[in-house]
């Protein structure tokens, strides 16, 4: 007799194949499995996400592109060295563009041409510079042929190909990277409080369709809120909004004692629906970190003293 799942001999009478582990029947065949516990048909909405999960109601949700690369118009892109040090490579197709921060730029080809501009004319470039932006805008075609540019911001962090279709978001003017030529940026009061806070005076107003690359200090997190709810964030640390969700700037908290107590200072307070992108870390909160560390102008024991003789 052999066992009838691999062919291994069997004594007579055995209950159990040496060589499997099969259990047998009194007659040799393999015993019939357990019957299984009967947990009822799944309900109908089996399969669908959680309550709350997927675009937030009256907003359509921010969309990037989760495998870091895609495609624009007559051209794509791939991002590359995430989260730390991220750096945006952008393919154009012959005599496509692509617009940029002034200064974005980290390499390209020889056949691209750069022109620099001032985007929105005399009063757009006043804008852009009272905002702490460059009063420039970078334009890069290729010439004759394909061609490639790179970018990437000043300070460690990732970037986010954002993918607009026909939305409005709002962009801190520091997280604005490089962006499809179709779309339209415009500089807008961020409100009088942040002025005294001194974080954020102005915010970019991007509208259209295309493909908007955004920076970040650090990595980026997700916020998505749903109709009605409110939820507060440091200013230092916002990238990007949702121009559904409506926003207000405050200070973190009452008094201006319980704020310098608390080492917070202006925070803006959405309520939704709408989502939001969060940069994990604070440019400004780590540029005072670093302070002490550098010697203030004028005092002693600082610097060289070199003494050529007299």
Not at 61 to 67: A, F, P, Q, T, V
Request: glycine share 16%.
């Amino acid at each position: 007799m052999n066992c009838p799942r691999c062919g291994a001999g069997l004594l007579p009478g055995a209950q159990f194949c040496g060589a499997c582990g099969t259990r047998l029947g009194d007659a040799g065949a393999p015993a019939a499995p357990p019957p299984q516990p009967d947990y009822g048909a799944p309900p109908a909405n089996y399969n669908a996400p959680p309550a709350g999960y997927g675009a937030p109601q009256g907003g359509r949700g921010i969309h990037l592109d989760e495998d870091a690369r895609g495609q624009g118009r007559g051209y794509s892109y791939e991002i590359l060295h995430q989260p730390s040090f991220a750096l945006a490579v952008v393919r154009l197709a012959a005599e496509q563009s692509i617009q940029a921060e002034a200064g974005a730029m980290v390499s390209m080809s020889a056949n691209v041409d750069l022109q620099s501009q001032m985007k929105g004319g005399l009063m757009g470039a006043l804008k852009r510079a009272v905002g702490g932006e460059s009063a420039f805008v970078s334009t890069f075609t290729a010439r004759g042929g394909p061609g490639e540019v790179t970018f990437a911001p000043g300070g460690p962090g990732d970037i986010a190909a954002l993918e607009m279709s026909g939305q409005a978001f709002f962009v801190q003017s520091s997280s604005y990277l490089a962006g499809d030529v179709g779309l339209t940026v415009d500089t807008r009061w961020g409100g009088a409080k942040s002025f005294f806070g001194g974080e954020g005076l102005f915010v970019l107003q991007v509208t259209g369709t295309g493909v908007l690359l955004l920076s970040s200090f650090g990595a980026i997190h997700r916020k998505q809120l749903q109709a009605g709810e409110r939820y507060v964030v440091d200013t230092g640390h916002l990238v990007a909004w949702e121009g559904t969700t409506q926003y207000t700037l405050r200070k973190a908290t009452q008094g201006i004692f319980r704020s310098f107590v608390s080492g917070e200072g202006i925070v803006a307070e959405f309520v939704g629906p709408g989502e939001i992108l969060i940069q994990t870390r604070n440019l400004q909160a780590f540029a005072g970190m670093l302070k002490p560390f550098f010697p203030s102008q004028g005092s002693s024991g600082s610097g060289f003293n070199l003494d050529f003789g007299s």
